[in-house]
């Protein structure tokens, strides 16, 4: 046990604490996230075909759901609002409820 500057070193040595040094390969994790977004390019990829070719669609309506993903910016500041406005300052207009006011 060495000390140094109020910082604690401690140097174990014992197979079962040993640090293993990188893994081979990538991880589950990795590979959950690269199919991901092969699974979300081929959503985009083979809907907007059959949007576009076989159903004739033209500019935004090639994508597939095209409806809610115009949406979607909406939502995420929707939700932003939802998550960080109560914080930042009360809504005007508020009033407090009084003792007599409340059941």
Not at 50 to 60: C, Q, V
């Amino acid at each position: 046990l060495y000390t140094t500057r109020h910082v604690y070193e401690v140097f174990w040595y014992d197979p079962q604490a040993c640090y293993i040094k990188g893994g081979h390969g990538i991880s589950i994790g990795w590979v959950f996230i690269i199919l991901l977004i092969i699974a979300v390019a081929l959503y985009f990829a083979i809907g907007s075909f059959i949007r576009g070719i076989i159903m004739k669609k033209k500019g935004n309506e090639v994508l597939p759901n095209f409806q809610f993903w115009i949406a979607v910016p909406g939502y995420i500041a929707y939700g932003a609002k939802l998550i960080f406005c109560p914080c930042i300052s009360p809504r005007p207009g508020y009033d407090e409820i009084k003792d007599e006011q409340k059941v």
